[in-house]
């Protein structure tokens, strides 16, 4: 369980640090709004009534609408600036018994759980109320809102159920009150030996919710019949958000003279190709160029070699001589071509 709310249980001079648990849930078999021809999700827009502008949640305030039409509007500043004691006490009141209390008063139903080193004093009021056999009339404020409450102990724990205030419960103004209705002695006798036959101890394990089971068949048997509606998927707020940077991203591309779908990149790629292929031949003569001193180096080191290889010297200095001496003619031929 995940805690709702965090504060203290006022019990005189004695501070009690808790949390506050939910005591119930719903069990009910939550449905969708779909579309009946694809069952996708229906979804509805906050609209202002005025501009007919859709209105961020963030923009949204509290508005309290005054007999003649005009509005009080509210923001969360507002309800931070007033003055509630209780949002973050649970202040005692009085005590008093348990019967006292008509269950129409009651709303909704919480667990209290100690804090920290409060569990010395949490068993000291639960303990107390026990032996009292009464319950704690109390205050608190939960989500803005500050109710009347009933601390009493429920299976060890110390039980809390909102109650609504004396403004909140309708009286029963029926007609029939007000009419002299008698009964015969015998159909009242009749009735009380039905009450009498039907007695028994509470035990809420052996009632079921006839209509959750029924509605959990219906949807198992369709599913196994295989009436389901395949819904495709829908991109999410992340896909808008990346075709609006695509689309961003061509507008600049135009702006600057070249578009993303008018093969921009393609006449690009050839006037890349242009350029690498004039600048080919140049390094591939730079490179013949080199050939001839790369030739020249075993030559000279043939000069130094031992007098037995002398006369292969020779013929490699006529060669490389007579290379030397064609070389400045290839060139001349060259430019004049």
Not at 206 to 218: H, K, S
Request: aromatic fraction near 6%.
């Amino acid at each position: 369980m995940r805690s709702i709310w965090r504060g203290a249980v006022s019990f005189g001079l004695v501070s009690i640090a808790v949390k506050l648990y939910s005591a119930t849930e719903d069990k009910d078999i939550r449905f969708h709004q779909v579309h009946a021809t694809d069952g996708g999700r229906v979804k509805y827009k906050r609209v202002c009534s005025i501009d007919g502008e859709e209105v961020e949640y963030r923009d949204i305030a509290k508005g309290f609408e005054l007999p003649d039409g005009q509005v009080v509007i509210l923001t969360d500043e507002d309800f931070e600036e007033l003055p509630l004691s209780t949002r973050r006490e649970i202040e005692v009141l009085e005590f008093v018994d348990q019967d006292q209390i008509d269950p129409i008063h009651f709303e909704k139903t919480y667990y209290l759980e100690p804090e920290g080193p409060a569990a010395r004093p949490y068993v000291l009021l639960r303990q107390a109320l026990e032996n009292a056999g009464q319950v704690a009339i109390t205050k608190i404020a939960i989500r803005q809102r500050e109710s009347l409450a009933a601390l009493r102990v429920l299976d060890g724990v110390l039980t809390l159920h909102t109650m609504r205030w004396p403004d909140e419960i309708r009286a029963p103004e029926f007609a029939f009150l007000d009419e002299d209705i008698t009964v015969r002695p015998q159909e009242l006798k009749m009735a009380e030996a039905l009450i009498a036959s039907m007695t028994g101890e509470f035990d809420p394990s052996e009632f079921t919710d006839d209509y959750r089971e029924a509605m959990t068949a219906l949807l198992e048997a369709k599913q196994s019949g295989g009436e389901v509606q395949q819904v495709p998927e829908v991109p999410d707020d992340g896909a808008a958000v990346v075709d609006l940077m695509s689309a961003l991203r061509r507008s600049v591309e135009r702006a600057r003279g070249g578009s993303a779908d008018d093969g921009s990149d393609a006449a690009e790629k050839p006037a890349a190709e242009k350029a690498a292929a004039k600048r080919a031949p140049a390094k591939k003569a730079a490179s013949s160029d080199d050939d001839a001193p790369a030739k020249k180096a075993p030559a000279k080191k043939a000069a130094p070699a031992k007098a037995t290889a002398a006369k292969k010297a020779a013929p490699a200095k006529a060669t490389a001589a007579k290379k030397t001496a064609d070389k400045p003619p290839a060139k001349r031929a060259r430019r004049s071509a």
